[in-house]
């Protein structure tokens, strides 16, 4: 079974300049995490989504972030502008659904780098 | 506000020997726990979860759970210079909240 699919894994850009970072979630998993790790810290959720809908977009900065997930499988997440303290690893995760017991797998993540 | 406490390490041990990773929780209403290995440059990997209190063992993991002190643990029997990575501790409350992490252990195994 292949696992969460992410692109690209690297990505050097300018501040001020947009950036968005592509996952494909493993098959028949509903829900979609988008986390941000730092380095030295866990990875902290941005958004979830249930299927097409966002349902938890809580720690998602709106003023520059937003996300889709199109038809309930792929998704996108997008920066615009970027700023310095973008520079973190990005991580999707994907799970059978959202309940407690709902394990999360993690794809290789976008390694961001804001110059 | 929910907190997910971890040593941050180094624990370093010996090759063969037992690792024993702890983990802290403030929620009381937690009902999942999960440990994932990160090893450097790479992205969290899924090793154990554990729902109900006392020991979980899958190999050379065992995960415990203690729910009146709050407190999840890894043991890795055997430990192998390949278990050198980043332990991260994650808990879940109910259906709607999300997953939070421990800022991680780094854990080094002396050949």
């Known amino acids: 079974e292949a696992g969460v699919v992410q692109s690209p894994r690297y990505k050097i850009i300018e501040k001020k300049q947009p950036v968005a970072f592509w996952c494909n979630p493993i098959?028949?998993?509903?829900?979609l995490y988008w986390y941000r790790q730092n380095l030295g810290q866990g990875p902290e959720l941005l958004i979830r989504y249930e299927n097409e809908e966002a349902v938890d977009d809580s720690q998602l900065p709106k003023d520059r972030f937003s996300a889709e997930r199109l038809k309930g499988v792929d998704s996108t997440l997008k920066i615009q502008p970027a700023e310095l303290g973008d520079s973190a690893v990005y991580l999707c995760?994907?799970?059978?659904?959202?309940?407690?017991?709902?394990?999360?797998?993690f794809g290789p993540g976008t390694r961001l780098t804001v110059l | 506000q929910k907190e997910v406490e971890q040593n941050s390490g180094p624990l370093s041990v010996p090759e063969g020997a037992i690792a024993s990773l702890n983990c802290t929780y403030s929620?009381?209403?937690?009902?999942?726990f999960f440990w994932y290995r990160q090893y450097s440059g790479k992205s969290p990997e899924l090793i154990m979860s554990i729902y109900s209190n006392g020991d979980k063992e899958d190999g050379r993991f065992t995960a415990q759970l203690n729910k009146a002190s709050q407190y999840v643990s890894l043991l890795i029997r055997d430990s192998q210079p390949s278990d050198s990575a980043t332990y991260l501790c994650?808990?879940?409350?109910?259906?709607?909240?999300?997953?939070?992490f421990g800022k991680g252990t780094r854990l080094s195994v002396i050949a």
């Open positions: 098959s028949g998993h509903n829900t």
């Open positions: 994650a808990v879940k409350t109910v259906r709607n909240t999300p997953l939070v």
């Open positions: 929620d009381r209403g937690s009902q999942s």
């Open positions: 995760a994907s799970s059978l659904g959202p309940t407690y017991y709902n394990e999360q797998f």
